[in-house]
């Protein structure tokens, strides 16, 4: 099938169909843009207003020493359009860039409505397109029911997920490694597979007396959550029964000191989070408590007293697909059969998580398109930028097993390389400093071709 040139569509006028609309209307193609509101909101939605922020009016920290500031950094560099907008809304907020929702939706919104390339059309699509024209898929995280089960009915049921399960993952270098030692169960697999963070009775007494005494996030009405058996949340678990972890995420069974040969109490493991091996997974620790609350309730594991988390556990309703399974390197629907070929998708639906990353992925997705539509090569940003970190994360490229579950994830330090042969006694900040420029380099080289 022909591919239109001049024209595209965009489906949701939410953060990261704002962006792509923008930025496909500046590139100069006529862009549809579909948005239910205000005729039909999500469960989330309060406001008829475009760029909708449902719930936390920040955009996490604003400094580049830290992933979401960097990727914010290198948005502002690459002529994000959202985030000029967040910066003409923002609010006071100490280290973090906040905004004010109202005014920033209102800046967003006006923009888009003024400019003459882009068309809002007010109507909820219930099917996906199959024709010549370049659709952009960003109905977010509650994708209207109609158009879930339309994707679901074309790709199959099991690549498109409604709830996100996730462990919290953490920095490798801050496992304290006096209290670590590298197993897998019953010797099976490669000796370093799993990181095992064991403890003793009295241990496991303190872990668990935190554990079912945490705050926990409390879900919406429309996330009453019926888990399934096989992810249950660690603290649903411990409310069975002090020794319910004993036989299941933190069984011991098969895990030998390889120094003293004694079996612990309790262990807990930690898995690769990613090709690099600079971050670690809670392997069966997904959860719903409060972020400080992970934290502490997690340091009373002494292999973890200092860990740093890259990211928090959650769950939560989600509507995403197995991007690495069904997307293209150009984020289009891979088919094989001649039909849906024009169809892209971006933001929080392809398995992003957050705000920022979902604007990053619109931004992303409408550079992608635009080469296809000048039919040059795909050019996607480097591997060593927070834009091409997320990239590589929807690609799948990421993952420390090509087996393991695609979850959806924050931007993180997990998603850059490490820096080669890098000196292990410099601090975080200094490691972050060195990746922070080799990012905005790589940045600079990839907007410049
Ligand atoms: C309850 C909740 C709380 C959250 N809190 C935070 C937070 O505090 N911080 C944070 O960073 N992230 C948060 N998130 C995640 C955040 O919503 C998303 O990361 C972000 O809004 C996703 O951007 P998006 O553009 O992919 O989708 P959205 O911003 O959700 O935009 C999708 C748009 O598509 C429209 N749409 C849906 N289906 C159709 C259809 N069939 N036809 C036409 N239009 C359609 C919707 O009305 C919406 O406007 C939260 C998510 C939820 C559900």
Request: net charge negative; proline share 7%; hydrophobic share 30%.
């Given at each position: 099938m022909q591919l239109n040139k001049n024209r595209v569509r965009v489906i949701g006028a939410g953060l990261a169909g704002c962006e792509a609309a923008f930025q496909m209307a500046r590139f100069g193609v006529q862009v549809d843009l579909y948005e239910m509101k205000p005729k039909k909101r999500t469960p989330?939605?309060?406001?008829?207003?475009?760029?909708?922020?449902?719930?936390?009016n920040s955009f996490r920290?604003?400094?580049?020493?830290n992933a979401v500031g960097l990727i914010k950094e290198e948005m502002r560099r690459a002529g994000g359009f959202l985030i000029a907008c967040a910066e003409e809304a923002k609010v006071p907020a100490g280290d973090a860039l906040a905004v004010d929702r109202e005014q920033f939706a209102k800046v967003v919104q006006s923009r888009l409505l003024a400019d003459p390339n882009i068309r809002i059309i007010s109507e909820e699509v219930g099917e996906l397109f199959n024709d010549d024209i370049a659709t952009i898929v960003a109905?977010?995280?509650?994708?209207s029911d109609a158009l879930a089960l339309d994707i679901a009915k074309i790709i199959g049921q099991?690549?498109?997920?409604?709830?996100d399960a996730i462990a919290p993952i953490i920095d490798a270098?801050?496992?304290d490694m006096e209290h670590a030692f590298f197993a897998s169960r019953w010797g099976?697999?490669?000796?370093?597979?799993y990181l095992n963070c064991p403890m003793t009775e009295i241990e496991y007494g303190q872990f668990f007396q935190a554990l079912i005494s945490a705050d926990q996030a409390h879900a919406k009405a429309f996330e009453n959550l019926h888990y399934f058996e096989g992810c249950l949340p660690i603290e649903e678990l411990a409310s069975r029964g002090e020794k319910t972890l004993l036989f299941g995420p933190?069984?011991?069974?098969?895990?030998?000191?390889?120094?003293?040969?004694l079996r612990a109490h309790a262990v807990l493991q930690l898995r690769k989070e990613n090709i690099h091996g600079t971050a670690y997974n809670l392997v069966g620790c997904q959860t719903r408590m409060k972020q400080p609350a992970q934290k502490a309730v997690f340091a009373e594991i002494p292999a973890l007293k200092n860990a740093q988390f890259l990211r928090f556990g959650a769950i939560h309703r989600n509507t995403y697909l197995d991007a690495p399974s069904?997307?293209?390197?150009?984020s289009r629907l891979k088919t094989?059969?001649?039909?849906?070929?024009?169809i892209f998708f971006a933001g929080q639906i392809t398995g992003v998580e957050g705000y920022v990353e979902s604007m990053a992925s619109g931004l992303i997705v409408a550079k992608l398109l635009q080469t296809i539509l000048q039919q040059k090569q795909l050019n996607p940003p480097?591997?060593?930028?927070a834009l091409g970190g997320l990239y590589r994360h929807t690609r799948g490229?990421?993952?420390?097993?090509?087996?393991d579950r695609y979850v959806p994830s924050n931007v993180?330090?997990?998603m850059l390389p490490p820096i080669a042969n890098?000196?292990?006694?410099?601090?975080k900040d200094a490691k972050r400093q060195m990746l922070v420029e080799r990012a905005l380099g790589d940045l600079q080289q990839w907007l410049l071709s």
């Open positions: 989330a939605q309060v406001s008829d207003h475009f760029a909708e922020l449902v719930c936390s920290s604003n400094n580049p020493l109905t977010g995280p509650l994708t099991e690549r498109l997920a409604f709830y270098d801050s496992v099976k697999g490669e000796g370093d597979d933190l069984k011991p069974v098969g895990l030998h000191h390889p120094v003293t040969g069904i997307l293209d390197e150009a094989n059969n001649g039909q849906y070929q024009n480097p591997e060593y930028t490229s990421l993952k420390a097993n090509p087996k993180t330090w997990a890098q000196d292990r006694r410099l601090g």
